[in-house]
């Protein structure tokens, strides 16, 4: 059974970055029908898609992010990646790390999410 | 980037009554050339992740009861639940898939009457 584990740190600071990696279980990240995800979920909110990596290193990011995003890929360690900059309150959110369904040629079609982890809740605060 | 508004935002249903949400995309999902709905549907309970239940719009996720199915095309969509019961209390979201950014329905709660 797959399954994903986000870790990283419950508290940043503003202006500060985050760095969250999401180590997968059960699974190969290097699969080529699959693509890697982060979503996140302000309390008491809807949710709302971060970017996606490839096994190749392939990345597809929301252009509508205010803050500046980096999703990386460790095939090594089965783990991937996100790190987001220059923090302010409303990057406050639960954050999520996901598998997604894709087009197994690496074309960067990417569809439903089908497996989540449980998420991580980051807090953004003096 | 596509609007997904569903509706209501709210609603509580008998158990063992019909449940139905709506989802309504700012432009159509469907691709042409493969004729699929790039839709998909998720349930999402206190404290927990989102769950698949639908994807191109209709197709149930392995595992997922037979009481929840999904419908419509191109711009208006439906997740229908055929009998509430107990568990199916949660926040339902609406996903479309067809362009980036993917985007998200604002959520729609079910509560049991």
């Known amino acids: 059974q797959l399954q994903l584990q986000e870790s990283g740190p419950g508290l940043v600071k503003p202006s500060e970055t985050l760095s969250l990696t999401c180590t997968v279980s059960?699974?190969?990240?290097?699969?080529?029908?699959?693509?890697w995800g982060w979503i996140r979920q302000p309390p008491g909110k809807g949710l709302e898609w971060i970017g996606t990596?490839?096994?190749?290193?392939?990345?597809y990011y929301n252009p509508s992010l205010k803050s500046p995003v980096t999703i990386s890929v460790d095939t090594s360690k089965n783990q991937f990646s996100l790190k987001l900059s220059s923090l302010t309150a409303a990057d406050t959110a639960v954050y999520y790390c996901?598998?997604?369904?894709?087009?197994?040629?690496?074309?960067?079609?990417?569809?439903?999410?089908?497996?989540w982890g449980q998420g991580t809740l980051v807090t953004v605060s003096s | 980037d596509i609007v997904m508004t569903q509706s209501p935002d709210s609603l509580a249903v008998s158990l063992g009554e019909r449940a139905t949400i709506n989802c309504k995309s700012s432009q159509s999902v469907l691709y042409r050339s493969d004729n699929r709905n790039y839709l998909a549907w998720y349930q999402q309970k206190p404290g927990q992740p989102p769950k698949l239940l639908i994807y191109?719009?209709?197709t149930r996720e392995s595992g997922v009861p037979d009481r929840f199915s999904g419908s419509g095309s191109g711009t208006d969509f439906t997740l229908t639940i055929s009998s509430l019961q107990a568990e199916d209390v949660a926040v339902y979201y609406c996903h479309q898939y067809y362009s980036t950014p993917d985007t998200f329905g604002q959520g729609t709660k079910l509560d049991i009457k």
């Open positions: 996901a598998r997604r369904y894709g087009d197994s040629s690496g074309s960067g079609y990417q569809y439903y999410f089908d497996y």
């Open positions: 059960g699974g190969s990240i290097s699969s080529t029908s699959y693509y």
């Open positions: 990596i490839y096994y190749s290193g392939n990345t």
């Open positions: 191109w719009a209709s």
